[in-house]
Structures are given as C-alpha cells and as structure tokens.
C-alpha cells in the first residue's frame, strides 16, 4: 500500500513544483510559521517580497499584506490561502473618503500605514508600517501638514515621538490592539511585578506609557529577546509567542487578553490553516489581482517608504 504524504509534505513539494515562496507574519498559526522560507512583520516581508525571482508568492498573512506583494510583483502570481483575511484598519478607510479629504486639502501629505487598501495606496504621499513611522514622518519637511491614515493609536504615538503638531490623524483603529486596555495591563503587572512591558503600537496611549518598550513585532521578539530581563508581559497578538519561544526557551512571556475577545488573536490572521495553504499552492487561486493603474500608483508611495532608512 502506498504511504499517504502529510499536509506538510504535500505544500512543500507543492512549493518547489510551483517555484513558490512562502511568506509568513507572526501573527500566523505556529504550523504555518514552522513551514514559511520567511516569517517577518509587515516591513520585512514586504522587502522580502520585492528581492523574490521565483514565479509564485504564497502570502500567509491578511489581504493586504499579499496586496503589497502584488504591487512589488505586477508579474508574478500571488496566493493566499484565504480571501477573506481582512483587516479592520483597511475597513476605516475607504477610498473615496480619502479622495474627498485630498480634493479639500491637496497641499497636505499623505502618509498611509501599509494597513490599507491598494486604492487608498495609491491615493498616499508615502507609506510607512510599524517598525518605520516615526523615520517616514521625520523625512517629512516639518513646515508641511500630514494626514496620517488609518490608525488612530499609531498616529498618536507617532505625533508624540516627531513632535510634529501638524500632524492629523485618521480615526481608525485595530480590532485587536485598540482594546488591549490600561486597565488589563494594570493587572498583568500587578499578577507578574518582575516583568517588563512589550507593546505594540495599535495599543491605546494609556496602555503604551506602562510599556518599557513599544515596537513593530519583529521589533518586540528582538527586545525580548536580546534583554537580560527573564520575564516579559506582551502587549500584542499571541502569534509572536511562536518565535519568542523558540528564540528565548528559558524566558518566561505573558500575553494580556484584549477587552474585545478576552483574547490576543487578531481573528482575520486566524483564518488561514495549513489545509488552505495546500489548496491555494495547487489550484494557484485565490489570486490577488489589481488594475494595473492602481498597481502602478500605488508603488509610487511603497517605493518612497522602502527608500526611508530605518533606524530600528
Ligand atoms: P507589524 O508591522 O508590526 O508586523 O504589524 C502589522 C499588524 O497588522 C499589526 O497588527
Ligand atoms: Fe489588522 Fe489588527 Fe489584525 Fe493587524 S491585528 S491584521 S491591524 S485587525
């Protein structure tokens, strides 16, 4: 009788049939990271995405996220395994919002979180994510306004490490981040006084100034990591516990469960299994697939970012 192959073994051999590369965010389900060629935050992957030769990109992520990879790859085909992995930061923002606050104040610059929509994209002056914020805002001349879009927690935190007080801000937030409470945080410290604070910055003011640290995911798994400190409270989606574990064994990480699902896991990150990994490698479908003039405007701002050196 012959031996079935594993689910693993299938995407792998699927992956080198197809010349894919397998893209993952940390916010991904452990089985998935163990199998991606890169696991990153949003910057990474993105850079990750623009040094790719091969024919097929497998994004494991959410929609916008493989979008961005589409935008760097016009000619590749890009996949994910589930199209409905959304983001509630993209939801903020439609794009004929942008275009009407554009058509009002032409003379303001754009600055979009890679949390948007291509559309919105390509209605943006530049692009910044987690990790390069503050850097993008501060290649910005500090005479010029900027509308920050989408995120409102981003955008403070932002405004307070420029300085800049001609910065607005989009009232957007994360379904995740945004009610990771004060309050909780308070407990968590209370319940674990020896451990020192990772936060990510979608969270509410309140809660970021009890952090030690603020950062993009990779960022956080970095901190902790190079820390001498031993026990850490994580102030973001429980995905990162995957690296954290196996960067730092012998640490010990306590993630703080969100007003919103009294849990850490962004529900769109979750969407995607290993079953539907399988299925979008062999059937090459669902394609991210954009008119060529969004495409082509929307790498205009991706481009400036990724020309934004970045500090951490
Ligand atoms: P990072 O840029 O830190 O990976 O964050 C992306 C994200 O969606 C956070 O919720
Ligand atoms: Fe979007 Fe929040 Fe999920 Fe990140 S965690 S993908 S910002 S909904």
Not at 156 to 182: E, M, P
């Amino acid at each position: 009788m012959l031996a079935t192959k594993s689910i693993t073994e299938e995407i792998l051999d699927l992956k080198r049939r197809r010349n894919a590369i397998l893209l993952a965010h940390h916010y991904q389900e452990p089985e998935i990271q163990e199998l991606a060629d890169v696991v990153g935050d949003s910057l990474e992957l993105a850079r990750k995405a623009r040094q790719f030769e091969g024919e097929v990109i497998a994004f494991c992520g959410v929609w916008f996220m493989a979008e961005t990879a589409k935008i760097l790859n016009p000619e590749r085909i890009v996949v994910v395994p589930d199209p409905e992995a959304g983001c509630s930061l993209v939801d903020c923002c439609p794009a004929e919002h942008l275009r009407a606050y554009r058509r009002r104040h032409p003379d303001h610059v754009i600055v979009s979180y890679i949390n948007t929509s291509a559309e919105v994209k390509a209605e943006s002056d530049i692009l910044c994510t987690s990790r390069n914020a503050v850097d993008v805002v501060n290649s910005i001349p500090p005479e010029k306004t900027i509308l920050f879009v989408p995120d409102r927690n981003l955008g403070l935190y932002v405004k307070h490490k420029t300085g800049r007080d001609n910065l607005k801000i989009w009232q957007g937030s994360c379904v995740v981040h945004a009610t990771f409470s004060a309050r909780r945080l308070a407990a968590a410290k209370e319940r674990f006084p020896n451990a020192l604070v990772a936060a990510h910055p979608e969270s509410p003011q309140e809660t970021l100034r009890q952090a030690d640290f603020i950062g993009s995911t990779s960022a956080i798994i970095r901190w902790c990591v190079e820390h001498p400190g031993k026990e850490f409270i994580i102030v973001t989606e429980s995905g990162v516990n995957f690296s954290l574990q196996r960067l730092a064994p012998d640490k010990k990480f306590h993630f703080v469960q969100n007003e919103q699902c009294n849990c850490s896991e962004c529900p769109y990150m979750k969407k995607n299994s290993l079953e539907k990994l399988r299925d979008c490698l062999e059937k090459l479908e669902p394609r991210v697939e954009l008119p060529e003039e969004i495409m082509k405007r929307a790498l205009v701002p991706l481009e400036r970012m990724l020309a934004v050196t970045t500090r951490k």
